[in-house]
């Protein structure tokens, strides 16, 4: 089965219709996985479990509770998909949880099934229909779905209308980028220093920072992309994340190519 058909069967068993029926926890607690909440030096969740059972652990300073539901989330997803399987302790850090395109395909299938648990796709496709892409569209995902604006921002950028790119920067270099299948460009090295010409610049240089859409050059952030030219806009929108030291930002396509 795929990771998201995992997500489905748990949807289908327990008859869920819509996001305020969906209790993680209590799926959870069905399902013979435990949760406990402790510091974890390294780790934003571990899972330890065998067949039929199994221990999740969250690290308790994590402070947005979208971020701590996605967390178990993406545990069970372990538990759902590899139980089988004879490794049976699994330890989880941030950059695990921020992409649908890890490396580690353990790590992709976990968020793939902890995205299709939390945001089923038909679900989200009615709550986006015909409808405008900007930040506010990914807060309202955010709040109706309750889960973080990264986790909002990934899931329509995986499956949303529109092409687009989301960016997390943190210190004002960027930590991690995704992007729709159809987004022109593909490629920001991680640790790519965010430009002037960025918003988000302006956010790390302690300025106040626009939070409307503006029309930037596509070389603002796709310098190193051999495909991007100079003449090439791209419109921007960006949230600050002041606790994080951070900014999300979100990249789609405009009239200017």
């Known amino acids: 089965m795929k990771p998201e058909e995992y997500a489905i069967k748990l949807i289908d068993d327990y008859c869920i219709k819509n996001p305020q029926q969906l209790n993680i926890e209590d799926i959870a607690a069905a399902e013979n996985l435990f949760i406990k909440e402790t510091p974890l030096n390294n780790f934003l969740g571990m899972i330890n479990y065998k067949e039929n059972y199994g221990l999740i652990t969250i690290n308790s300073k994590i402070k947005d509770p ?20 004879p490794e049976r302790l699994r330890g989880c850090k941030a950059e695990d949880l921020s992409t649908f395109k890890s490396v580690i395909r353990n790590e992709e299938n976990a968020n793939l099934f902890a995205a299709e648990l939390l945001m089923p ?3 989200f496709n009615d709550f986006i229909l015909k409808r ?20 909002a921002a990934f899931r329509y950028v995986n499956i949303g209308q529109y092409p687009t790119a989301v960016i997390y920067s943190k210190d004002g270099v960027v930590q991690w980028s995704a992007f729709h299948d159809y987004f022109p460009f593909k490629f920001i090295p991680k640790g790519y220093i965010v430009r002037k010409e ?5 956010f790390f240089a302690g300025k106040t920072m626009q939070t409307c859409d503006d029309l930037i050059p596509a070389n603002v952030w796709f310098a190193e992309d051999l495909k991007c030219r100079a003449t090439t806009y791209l419109y921007e929108q960006n949230v600050a994340m002041p606790s994080y030291n951070a900014v999300l930002t979100l990249l789609w396509e405009s009239e200017f190519v």
């Open 66 to 85: 979208g971020q701590r539901k996605f967390t178990i989330t993406h545990e069970m997803g372990h538990y759902f998909i590899e139980r089988k399987k």
């Open 121 to 123: 796709r038909p679900w």
């Open 132 to 151: 405008d892409i900007n930040f506010e569209l990914i807060k309202e995902i955010a709040n109706h779905f309750s889960v973080s604006l990264s986790a």
């Open 198 to 202: 960025s918003s988000a610049y302006d």
